[in-house]
Nanobody, 122 residues
Framework: QVQLVESGGGLVQPGGSLRLSCEAS????????MDWYRQAPGKQRELVAT???????NYADAVKGRFTISRDNAKNTVYLQMNSLKPEDTAVYYC????????????????WGQGTQVTVFS
């Protein structure tokens, strides 16, 4: 099986920075797109950023110019560098990955991490 484990959340003041990490582990054959989502209290989960296997990136308008998604394929890890944080960025952040696992015939499915809390307070 496969697991995604996030880390790097915490408390930060407005204008501060945090770097989230999400590592995939298990019998991984290949990882395709990797994404970050967030869910604020009382709101629906929303897509924040996505990075393809060829490292094409896309961002939600709310975070463009402030957040950067990247990946290290050798470590099966995706990162989210968050700069110039605002109180409205407060949410639980989840990583999501499209992963093929298992041999001899890989099975492909979407996996979610457990989430990491980011709180921006003044």
């Amino acid at each position: 099986q496969v697991q995604l484990v996030e880390s790097g959340g915490g408390l930060v003041q407005p204008g501060g920075s945090l770097r989230l990490s999400c590592e995939a582990s298990g019998s991984i054959f290949s990882i395709y797109a990797m994404d970050w989502y967030r869910q604020a209290p009382g709101k629906q989960r929303e897509l924040v950023a996505t990075i393809s296997s060829s490292e094409t990136t896309n961002y939600a308008d709310a975070v463009k110019g402030r957040f950067t998604i990247s990946r290290d394929n050798a470590k099966n890890t995706v990162y989210l560098q968050m700069n110039s944080l605002k109180p409205e960025d407060t949410a639980v952040y989840y990583c999501n990955a499209d992963i093929a696992y298992g041999l001899p015939i890989p099975t492909r499915r979407i996996y979610w991490g457990q989430g990491t809390q980011v709180t921006v307070f003044s």
